[in-house]
């Protein structure tokens, strides 16, 4: 069983920088990935990024990843804990966005491929 817990949130203007946390509690195994996703309302959850705790290799999504080239996935082992740090923010980066954790190995952009969630955290890129 593992507990997540999302924080860093917040409003922030276009173009601005935000760092989110995913602080996981309960026993984790290497091979196991965090990813972050986010819902805005009225739309679908929406792949993020995912990270596997041994960290070799960070997962953006396809060419068209809404991460790709702003965000990034990073662990820090030591705080059991899976970063997303956010650059140039846009007003279509508001949602809510939750961390997950899965053993799978594959479907990491499928949310029913992940077995334990956070609450989420609010995200509002607004002027």
């Known amino acids: 069983q593992l507990q997540l817990v999302e924080s860093g949130g917040g409003f922030v203007q276009p173009g601005g920088s935000l760092r989110l946390s995913c602080k996981v509690s309960g026993r984790t195994f290497s091979d196991d990935a965090v990813a972050w996703f986010r819902q805005a309302p009225g739309k679908e959850r929406e792949f993020v990024a995912a990270?596997?705790?041994?960290?070799?290799?960070?997962?953006?999504?396809g060419p068209g990843g809404v991460a790709r080239g702003r965000f990034v996935i990073s662990t820090d082992n030591a705080k059991s804990t899976v970063n997303l740090q956010m650059y140039r923010l846009k007003p279509e980066d508001t949602a809510l966005y939750y961390c997950a954790s899965t053993s799978s190995d594959a479907g990491l952009e499928n949310p029913g491929s992940y077995t334990y969630w956070g609450r989420g955290t609010q995200v509002t890129v607004s002027s």
């Open positions: 990270i596997r705790w041994r960290s070799d290799s960070p997962y953006y999504g």
